[in-house]
Nanobody
Framework: VQLQASGGGLVQAGGSLRLSCAAS????????TGWFRQAPGKEREFVAA???????????YYADSVKGRFTISRDNAKNTVHLQMNSLKPEDTAVYYCAAAQRTYYSSRDYRDQNRYDYWGQGTLVTVSS
């Protein structure tokens, strides 16, 4: 599976952006897909993840810092996962990476762990100005 992240850019505080993670190589509708970010001088951290629970049902998980502002979703027809980011803050400035795992994760111990993911996209830069 190859992942291509896009949608980053420069936005003012309070604005919105939508990131996309397009997968190629195989259908990844049952994969756990996550977004992570790395701010300058900081370690990469978990942002959000979406896990398949059977049929057309998915569970979404968020870091506390983005809960209520970010929404993760997927468009299986386009083999794509989106991260809608609203009410952006300067502290959201980072390179955002999407990642996919062949396994389904429901525990925060798993979906927050970067080592649990098998495939990574190249990253897209989000800059939020104050």
């Amino acid at each position: 599976v190859q992942l291509q992240a896009s949608g980053g850019g420069l936005v003012q505080a309070g604005g919105s952006l939508r990131l996309s993670c397009a997968a190629s190589g195989r259908t990844f509708s049952t994969y756990t897909t996550g977004w992570f970010r790395q701010a300058p001088g900081k370690e990469r951290e978990f942002v959000a993840a979406i896990s398949w629970s059977g049929g057309s049902t998915y569970y979404a998980y968020y870091a506390d810092s983005v809960k209520g502002r970010f929404t993760i979703s997927r468009d299986n027809a386009k083999n794509t996962v989106h991260l809608q980011m609203n009410s952006l803050k300067p502290e959201d400035t980072a390179v955002y990476y999407c990642a996919a795992a062949q396994r389904t994760y429901y525990s925060s111990r798993d979906y927050r762990d970067q080592n649990r993911y098998d495939y990574w996209g190249q990253g897209t830069l989000v800059t939020v100005s104050s």
